[in-house]
């Protein structure tokens, strides 16, 4: 019966420890819970992520400097100006070793080709003389406007003193340039491939600022019409008039011609 | 005034001019168009003149199909135009400067010199129009002038013509009156080149007035120096003894902030070059680094961690009044301000592991991760606030292919170029006031050095050559 007793006293004994585990068991349980909610529950994320989708392997626009003529595509700028890849060293074959005859060498015969087991040959290659990507002058995206994927433009000039354009053709060069490396193409909706022609004019006052912008000809497609006076508005300043011109502002009409 | 404005609207409002194409334009109709119409050539782009006698108002068309070349530009020596012993030094310095200055412009084709004909003129008279816009200078603008020194005056005297436009070929008549000393030289050559920059640029001003401030070692601590932008004239700022980095010119050029290695923490500094010493700046405690000013100068934006992580604050330029901006965990650091608008920031941020470059608005909103992979830090904004160059491991990690280089990355579109290759390690771009230069530090050399290049990769060009340089800083104007 002591036994007996003894074996009921233990069991009895157990249950105060097992029930103190349980509860610090849960005690820890819950200040892991609560502590991480508290350290982690704001903050880590927050913007995170924003750029996570693939960024497009394309070129970066109106840079301002004159394009190059030799449009690329190449993400890496590059100073070789060369047009041609250089000619591939030519290989010398050694010369054939003479066969050595064997007497026990089997000779296995020939499969006989019919015309039917022929394989068309593959056409031969074209040697061009291109030049490899990422290897053709510097970079030169869509930053010269007139040249990106065939889009071109022109302009118009109306001044007041009569023969702007002959007088000051280095001007009317400065002006072509600098609305070409100002016309940012992504802004044009990407399902547009071509578009009519659209006519900006535009002021350009003795400090050789623009004003009074303005779209003459709409292309028809408000997306381009936008970039394309965006174009003007983004430039801070032509440059000065000539000193020499009478007139006090210059009128000129710019055309952008968009083709993707 | 109202001269042009007259004439401009009395020729337009009763007779609207038909816009005529020459494409589209018959052929009797260009034959006497042809008569009366001018049709002037210019450098590769067609433009043709219809002169309208009844309106006397011309109307320009040109169109290109194959962008714009740069313009071909001769610059020939200048002549001297006096007898005295000191013009040769002078014109030497003035011809060099000069010609290095067109030629870093990045915006002309330079004529070499061998091709020009053999008697160079030194006034309007003695320009033969012919031998210079024909073959085989082919070009279209001719800068040249004279200088004397005459006691201790040097007086100069330069022209840029228009070489195939015989009618009115005059874009700039200069004259300068300065000291005749070598320095003297340099700056009046400067100041002709950046004359020409500014006509034929599109009115954006020419760097050759520009400084570049760095950290260079040669002195055995690391001090801030400064440099003319073609690396003459290095000259030490600061003898602070210590370890000084980043540093940072404000938009006036009047104040230098960077970080310096205190006592007991990193602290930011500003240092004044009117007055030639430092200037107070309370300290905060914790490690404080990369200053950055606001384009209008009131502000600094530095990295912080005063609160403990590494955060962006703002702070007023003398430092007072400074809150921080970014909340989030892991470091933020390499504040750098839209230099066009001076409404966002963009930082580095170590948030999701390596860091990468995020803009935000300048109240610390809208925070936008601009880098998909890789290691990104050192951004820094191009004056027209388009692009941001940054230095970026695109693969990052051992093994990886790839190196620490240069990027050109389009803030909107998020389109990106890469600028330096093949050459060691690439870092801390910073843009020339022009938008058209960068400079960098690279290791491609054999030690850090300072180098330039054009903002499309080209022209690269070693600067620096003694003690290990970094961390170049253009300045403003």
């Known amino acids: 019966m002591q036994a007996d007793a003894e074996i009921f006293f233990e069991h009895s004994g157990l249950r105060k420890p097992l029930a103190l585990s349980v509860v610090l068991h849960l005690a820890i349980t819950g200040v892991i819970v609560f502590f991480g909610v508290i350290l982690h529950g704001h903050g880590s994320a927050w913007g995170a992520g924003g750029g996570g989708d693939a960024i497009g392997v394309s070129l970066v626009s109106t840079v301002p400097l004159p394009a190059s003529q030799v449009q690329t595509q190449n993400v890496l700028a590059n100073d070789s100006k060369g047009l041609t890849k250089s000619l591939p060293q030519e290989k010398t074959n050694e010369p054939d070793a003479i066969p050595i005859a064997d007497k026990h060498a089997k000779t296995k015969p020939k499969p006989v080709i019919t015309a039917s087991h022929q394989k068309t040959p593959p056409p031969p290659a074209e040697e061009t003389n291109e030049v490899p990507f990422g290897q053709g002058g510097p970079v030169s995206g869509p930053y010269g406007t007139f040249s990106a994927a065939g889009a071109k433009g022109g302009f118009g000039f109306q001044g007041g003193g009569g023969d702007f354009g002959t007088a000051y053709a280095w001007y009317v060069r400065v002006v072509q340039q600098k609305v070409s490396e100002n016309w940012l193409k992504y802004e044009v909706d990407p399902n547009i491939h071509q578009a009519n022609r659209v006519y900006v004019q535009f002021d350009i006052n003795r400090s050789g600022r623009p004003g009074n912008v303005q779209i003459e000809q709409s292309s028809g497609v408000p997306s381009l019409d936008q970039s394309a006076v965006r174009a003007i508005q983004r430039i801070d300043t032509f440059g000065p008039l000539p000193p020499d011109y009478s007139g006090s502002k210059v009128t000129v009409e710019f055309w952008f011609d968009y083709k993707r | 005034m109202s001269h042009g404005m007259l004439n401009a609207s009395k020729c337009r409002n009763p007779i609207k001019v038909p816009r005529i194409s020459t494409e589209r334009m018959s052929p009797e109709v260009w034959k006497t168009a042809r008569r009366l119409f001018v049709v002037p050539t210019l450098a590769g782009a067609l433009a043709v003149v219809l002169a309208i006698p009844s309106l006397a108002q011309d109307w320009i068309r040109t169109g290109t199909g194959l962008g714009l070349e740069k313009v071909r530009l001769a610059a020939s020596d200048f002549k001297p135009s006096t007898q005295d012993p000191k013009n040769t030094d002078l014109l030497k310095t003035f011809n060099d400067t000069l010609w290095n200055d067109l030629d870093n412009a990045g915006i002309f084709d330079m004529v070499s010199k061998s091709f020009y004909p053999l008697d160079v003129p030194g006034n309007p008279a003695e320009v033969r129009f012919e031998a210079w816009s024909g073959p085989p200078p082919n070009a279209s603008m001719l800068a040249f002038g004279d200088l004397g020194a005459t006691g201790n005056n040097l007086v100069v005297h330069g022209w840029l013509y228009d070489v195939k436009n015989v009618g009115s070929p005059q874009v700039l008549g200069k004259q300068y009156t300065d000291a005749a000393t070598p320095d003297a030289a340099r700056l009046t050559a400067h100041k002709f080149a950046d004359e020409i920059i500014f006509r034929l640029g599109g009115g954006v001003p020419g760097i050759a007035e520009s400084k570049i401030y760095f950290v260079s ?261």
């Open chain 2, 217 to 477: 070692d040669r002195s055995g601590h690391k001090e801030i120096w400064a440099m003319d932008y073609d690396g003459s004239n290095q000259h030490q700022i600061t003898h602070l003894g210590s370890i000084s980095l980043s540093p940072r010119i404000s938009p006036d050029g009047s104040r230098l902030a960077f970080s310096s290695l205190g006592k007991t923490s990193w602290e930011i500094m500003v240092y004044s070059l009117d007055l030639n010493r430092l200037v107070a700046f309370p300290k905060f405690g914790g490690t404080n680094l990369s200053p950055s000013w606001s384009p209008d100068g009131t502000k600094l934006a530095f990295a912080s961690s005063r609160g403990g992580e590494s955060n962006i604050y703002v702070g007023d330029a003398a430092g007072t009044n400074s809150r921080r901006l970014t909340t989030d965990r892991g470091p933020d650091v390499g504040p750098t301000w839209n230099r066009k608008t001076g409404a966002q920031i963009a930082f580095v941020s170590g948030r999701t592991g390596l860091p990468q470059v995020y803009t935000m608005e300048a109240d610390g909103t809208n925070v936008q991760r601009l880098t998909d992979q890789g290691y990104a830090v050192s951004p820094s904004w191009s004056p027209n606030g388009q692009f941001l160059t940054l230095s970026w491991f695109r693969k990052y990690g051992p093994g990886a292919p790839g190196a620490n280089d240069i990027y050109l990355m389009d803030i909107a579109s998020k389109q990106w170029v890469q600028l330096t290759h093949d050459g060691g390690k690439n870092d801390y771009p910073s843009w020339s006031p022009d938008g058209r230069h960068i400079v960098f530090q690279s290791s491609r050399s054999g030690s850090e050095q300072i180098w330039t290049m054009l903002a499309d990769g080209t022209k690269v060009q070693q600067l620096t050559f003694s003690g290990r340089n970094s961390q170049p800083n253009w300045s403003w104007k």
